[in-house]
């Protein structure tokens, strides 16, 4: 049971590790829009497309204010080769994130910085939706909040974020684990009073049979603590895709008494 207890132990040292690393994702992200600036500085505009492109395609890992800024830093990118279009698009997009930015007269000239503010005064003033290049979902990250539901309940924190067959498989495996983990120990229990009551003779094949019953207690509460430490890791690494809408077209016909209407409509 000791070696049990150690085991146990562990894994609750490596989940709660990895719950440290996983807590905070965009931690590791908070100085990419300086290493932009940095490549800008020395002049190396590939590399600083290539961070800030990086940066935008992966933007589920930044914070609103921090995408804001590199999308404006990638505009500066996009007017030194001439792209008025991209430029227009980054500094909207930025815009939509932060609509209280303000650029960095060190980086952007002030013929930038008059564009910026013109894209600025043309946004609405009301939170209506706009029709932008680029449309950004900011989705709470559920990982640590299923994370501890599955340190609770194998299986709850996959359910939590939406995975309903993989929460059952956890679920009833660690169920199945425990229950057979039990009933293993109870047969060990009668096997170990049988024991200490044999008699010379029959010693020998009773400690057998304490020791199979004591193996295979162990080996099927290492299984379950397996499968529990496994929900917890995939409950706090694995990220959910959202489900994509599908798309469709309806057709309706409309009577009215001068005349009939035929209209269409997508959804998206």
């Known amino acids: 049971m000791s070696r049990l207890f150690h085991h146990s132990v562990m894994l609750l040292l490596v989940l709660s590790a990895c719950w440290c690393v996983r807590l905070w994702p965009q931690s590791a992200n908070v100085e990419r829009s300086a290493e932009i600036k940095r490549a800008l500085q020395r002049g190396e505009f590939q590399l600083a497309t290539a961070l800030a492109d990086s940066a935008i395609a992966h933007f589920q890992d930044f914070a609103p204010a921090q995408l804001a800024e590199i999308h404006a830093l990638r505009g500066l990118l996009a007017y030194r080769r001439n792209e008025a279009a991209a430029v227009d698009a980054h500094f909207r997009s930025a815009l939509q994130l932060s609509r209280t930015i303000q650029l960095d007269p060190i980086f952007f000239s002030p013929a930038l910085q008059h564009r910026f503010e013109q894209i600025r005064s043309q ?141 269409f409509s997508i959804s998206f």
């Open 123 to 263: 946004m609405p003033q009301t939170e209506a939706p706009v029709r932008l290049e680029t449309r950004y979902l900011m989705i709470p990250d559920q990982r640590v909040a299923a994370a501890w539901r599955s340190l609770v309940l194998p299986g709850w924190g996959q359910r939590f974020k939406g995975q309903k067959t993989r929460g059952q498989v956890f679920l009833i495996s660690a169920a199945t684990l425990a229950g057979a983990t039990l009933t293993a120990h109870v047969l060990r229990e009668r096997a170990e009073e049988r024991y200490l009551r044999a008699g010379a003779a029959e010693v020998q094949a009773r400690y057998h049979t304490l020791n199979r019953y004591h193996l295979l207690r162990n080996n099927l509460a290492l299984g379950l603590g397996v499968v529990w430490g496994a929900s917890c890791l995939d409950a706090l690494i694995l990220r959910v895709t959202p489900p994509e809408k599908s798309s469709a077209v309806h057709t309706r016909v409309q009577f009215a008494a001068e005349a009939a209407a035929l209209t």
